[in-house]
């Protein structure tokens, strides 16, 4: 049997074993803005539509190497534009339209993206931000009228298929470079993790979580595409209709953000929650560990945890997929099998074991990088940074016990995580920043029952007197137009002064901990209310 190195080889090697099977779907519940009625593609539909679609991006002139930003939200259409410019060789710049335009334009800038794809509603917005760049077309989808052809693959294992953006912790997003390997090694692995994560075939995996990120775009879509299996998108989270959709799609398997638990658990309790058998097991991170035990025995399936970052991608992933799991104690269990890891102090030296320490993780073949991401796109300096001493520096804090079990502790990295969202604290920083109101501020996490983290800043100005809540609300709407609603503070205190270090930096720890007690004592003005998607 012929190796299939690119996105595409492995996926018309999947059509020709399972044509008539279904592979995408997405329900009438999360097409209704723009369908009469749910959307699903065999794998033989879906093929055909993939040909149409390449058959058209080459006659418009893209080609390998290039790059192709889609503005579709959680549409199918994500899916089916991957697979055309990966049989082109060419690459995914997926965007979220939540996005500021302000953050829209610095990821086309940034990325050298040629063209503009997406959703009607989208295109006068997308040709506004075309018209502040060079060499950007807008195209709407109604031009993409290719007839369907046979493509052959374009490109190698180590080819650009996407380029994804994650907030780092100096600033702006980077470009995390993810190859048709990182893809394919994804889909690998997670088939096969086994025990409670068998999958095959018959599996029905529903997701809610956006093509904008690796979760959905990588793990979820390379796991069911390499068994067979069908991937229903929703078009976000709807908690009180959420187990009604599992069960008229008939899921087996669940993709979660640890959110989803805590606000499922908030519901009254019902003599049907339980599944009965239907759901295998849901696959995600961040669950809340009181939450687990009681999740677990009301809606009657387990809550696998696991530990990935969009830079390892399947090259290296931790996954609680086996018994011991330890519900309730942050375990994230155990390393799959193609990857080593470290636990180190500051100094990178490793660890006692038991001992808290940083980890770091890489391939266990001879390339250490294999099946990770490429690198930062235009960022070397921060790719060889992160590889120092030829391992992956995660910036997240866990520890080891004496069976090799992980549990994850905190991060080290000043990245806040609000539902599933990493966002960098220097870039929140620097939108507060440009506010003429502020002199100064901080930006850490603190707790947040449902969300797990949220963003709280810290904000000194020169007019004391000035401290109230209406400067509060105005230097929160301007941050809040500058970027994603997620981004914005949830809670801004005023302050006199900002805690620092002996060397005169901001000291990040005081910082964490003054937050806290702050939230404790209710003192911040609370914006959490306001942090709303954009209907």
Same mark, same amino acid.
């Given at each position: !049997? ?22 995408? &779907? ?50 199918? +259409? ?33 990325? +050298? ?44 294992? /180590? ?13 702006? @997003? /980077? ?26 075939? +018959?599996?029905? #995996? ?7 990120? !690796? ?10 595409? !390499? ?12 908690? &009180? ?42 696959? =995600? ?23 990935? !970052? ?13 018994? @011991? ?16 890891? &470290? ?18 993780? &890489? ?15 235009? $960022? ?8 120092? =001493? ?14 090799? #079990? ?46 797990? $983290? ?8 020169? $007019? ?12 929160? $709407? ?47 003005? +609370? ?9």
């Amino acid at each position: !049997m012929a190796v299939s190195n690119t996105i595409y080889e492995v996926f018309v090697a999947a059509a020709s074993e399972h044509a008539t099977r279904p592979f995408l &779907r997405a329900p009438a519940s999360s097409t209704k803005s723009y369908a009469a009625d749910a959307i699903e593609y065999s794998y033989n539909e879906a093929m055909h539509e993939v040909q149409r679609l390449a058959a058209s991006y080459r006659d418009l002139g893209i080609g390998q190497g290039e790059r192709v930003a889609i503005a579709y939200d959680s549409r199918l +259409d994500v899916y089916l534009h991957l697979l055309a410019l990966n049989a082109l060789g060419a690459s995914l710049v997926p965007l979220n339209m939540t996005a500021s335009d302000r953050e829209l334009q610095y990821f086309l800038q940034h990325s +050298d993206t040629i063209l503009i794809t997406g959703a009607d509603e989208y295109l006068a917005r997308l040709a506004a931000l075309a018209d502040r760049l060079d060499s950007v077309r807008v195209v709407p989808g109604e031009q993409f009228t290719g007839r369907p052809e046979a493509i052959s693959a374009v490109g190698t294992a /180590k080819t650009e298929a996407a380029l994804l953006y994650t907030s780092g912790t100096t600033g702006k @997003p /980077k470009g995390c470079m993810l190859s048709n390997e990182y893809f394919v090694t994804m889909g690998r692995e997670y088939n096969a993790l086994g025990a409670y994560c068998a999958i095959g075939p +018959d599996d029905r #995996l529903l997701t809610p979580l956006p093509p904008n990120h !690796m979760n959905a775009l990588s793990t979820s879509f390379m796991a069911m595409l !390499m068994c067979g299996g069908c991937v229903i998108q929703l078009d976000r989270f709807h908690p &009180r209709s959420w187990w009604q959709t599992v069960r008229d799609e008939k899921a087996t398997v669940i993709h979660y953000l640890g959110v989803m638990p805590a606000i499922l658990l908030t519901f009254p309790a019902d003599d049907g929650d339980h599944l009965q058998g239907q759901v295998r097991f849901g696959f =995600g991170a961040g669950s809340d560990p009181r939450h687990q035990a009681v999740f677990e025995s009301r809606f009657g399936f387990p809550l696998i945890e696991a530990w990935a !970052m969009t830079e390892s991608g399947g090259g290296g992933m931790i996954v609680a997929n086996r018994e @011991p799991r330890h519900l309730g104690k942050r375990c994230i269990g155990r390393p799959i099998r193609s990857m080593q890891l &470290r636990i180190v102090d500051k100094d990178d030296n490793d660890v006692a074991s038991g001992a808290d320490g940083e980890l770091l993780v &890489r391939s266990a073949g001879s390339d250490p990088r294999a099946g990770f991401f490429g690198g930062y796109y235009k $960022d070397e300096a921060s790719t060889e940074e992160g590889w120092k =001493g030829g391992w992956w520096h995660t910036g997240d804090v866990v520890r080891c016990d004496d069976q090799g #079990l992980l549990y994850f502790v905190d991060r080290r990295k000043n990245v806040i995580r609000r539902s599933g969202e990493n966002i960098a604290a220097v870039e929140v920083e620097a939108a507060l920043l440009a506010c003429d109101a502020v002199d100064n501020c901080a930006v850490t996490a603190v707790p947040d029952e449902i969300r797990g $983290d949220e963003v709280f800043a810290y904000i000194v100005v020169s $007019d004391i007197e000035d401290r109230s809540d209406v400067l509060a609300e105005r230097i929160f $709407d301007h941050c809040n137009s500058q970027l994603t609603y997620f981004k914005a503070p949830g809670y801004i205190e005023f302050t006199e002064a900002l805690p620092l270090t002996a060397s005169q930096k901001i000291s990040r720890a005081e910082v964490k901990r003054l937050a806290r007690l702050a939230v404790e004592n209710g003192s911040p003005v +609370d914006f959490r209310s306001r942090k709303r998607r954009a209907s």
